[in-house]
């Protein structure tokens, strides 16, 4: 466990020194998130919070496997050059919208593609369990999209919850000490100690991050790590029990899924129109859907309801934090109960969920 600490301290510390020269940069080089009317923050900020996640994660890194050589055969490290190469894609898709601001459509295109160089390289999902009895399922050919899917999901839910200062960086630490915990739960322990190095990076940067932020992640920062937490949340589970090996990584990256999953059904309901078309003998009633899109941006997340309800940023982000943890717990309950009583505790997420829903006071629900 000694070994555990002294990366983590080592990452940390590399992240703590890096995040300052990457945000002096940012500031010279002009990279800065301006403020809008759809933006909370009132002054420009520096972007490409990803670089020094990355510099400090991926160096500690080639340290472990000069430490130690038995690493290498460990099949995540065995293939840590495929994976360092999908990370530069990655990073670098983030980078280009930070400076140029990308397409939404443009974005999506370069993540599949990142998804298909990730499967080529023989990552992957290669089954999934029935969470009725927790027997597997054994995808074949169509592990090829339900992995890009998976990525491209995580990449973009991270990405969605990216809104107040230190909420996704924060979110993701808590997510990353998830998967170290359920790895070293099941003995994986390539997996163990890549996650608790990059929560080392992530602590290290959330330093200049949480409120009032000197820096923020960018794009650069969020697809890097929602990219990583993908990987790293089915390489982590692979080992565990059936069903744990679907739920352990949805609840461990929970509020990021919820926030997706919420934004997609409100901008449906917001979509529904009620028509009513008179014609000489009566009025007929109609639905149409009218002006959904799953990319346009706006000010209905789960952080911007706190803020709407009276909560600072600083309150708004601790509640978000404590969702997580909880989410978290459960989602290492659910790798200790190994498939018992699984399907009661979705029922009891569910409820949970749907009660919180209502507390945000949602007009479309």
Avoid at 78 to 102: E, N
Avoid at 214 to 233: P, R
């Amino acid at each position: 466990m000694f070994k555990y600490l002294t990366f983590f301290l080592i990452s940390a510390g590399v992240s703590l020194l890096l995040t300052p020269v990457i945000r002096a940069f940012a500031k010279w080089a002009n990279i800065c998130d301006i403020p809008n009317e759809r933006k909370i923050h009132k002054n420009a900020v520096p972007l490409l919070g990803g670089i020094p996640i990355f510099l400090s994660f991926n160096l500690t890194v080639l340290l472990i496997v000069v430490f130690d050589r038995s690493y290498l055969t460990e099949p995540l490290l065995a293939k840590w050059v495929a994976l360092l190469i999908c990370q530069i894609a990655i990073l670098g898709i983030g980078f280009l919208d930070d400076v140029i601001k990308l397409r939404p459509s443009a974005k999506m295109l370069f993540q599949i593609l990142t998804g298909i160089l990730v499967v080529a390289f023989g990552f992957g999902i290669k089954t999934i369990s029935n969470p009725i009895n927790g027997q597997l399922i054994y995808l074949g050919v169509f592990s090829i999209p339900v992995t890009i899917i998976w990525l491209v999901g995580i990449i973009n839910a991270l990405n969605l919850v990216d809104g107040l200062d230190g909420l996704a960086a924060g979110t993701s630490l808590i997510a990353s000490m998830t998967i170290f915990a359920i790895s070293f739960f099941y003995q994986n322990r390539s997996i163990a100690i890549v996650s608790l190095i990059l929560a080392g990076s992530i602590i290290g940067f959330l330093r200049y991050n949480f409120f009032p932020a000197k820096i923020f992640l960018g794009d650069s920062g969020s697809l890097l790590l929602g990219f990583l937490l993908a990987v790293l949340s089915i390489q982590g589970s692979s080992k565990g029990a059936t069903l744990v090996a679907v739920l352990a990584p949805i609840l461990g990256l929970g509020l990021p899924i919820i926030e997706t999953l919420l934004s997609i059904i409100r901008r449906l309901f917001k979509s529904i129109h009620i028509v009513d078309y008179s014609t000489k003998n009566r009025t007929i009633r109609a639905l149409i859907f009218k002006g959904f899109t799953l990319f346009g941006a706006d000010r209905d997340h789960m952080h911007h309801r706190l803020l709407k309800l009276g909560f600072s940023q600083r309150k708004a982000v601790v509640i978000l934090y404590g969702i997580c943890i909880a989410l978290s717990g459960l989602a290492f309950l659910s790798a200790a109960l190994r498939d018992k009583n699984m399907i009661a505790l979705m029922g009891a997420i569910l409820v949970a969920f749907l009660i919180g829903v209502k507390g945000l006071k949602y007009q479309e629900f």
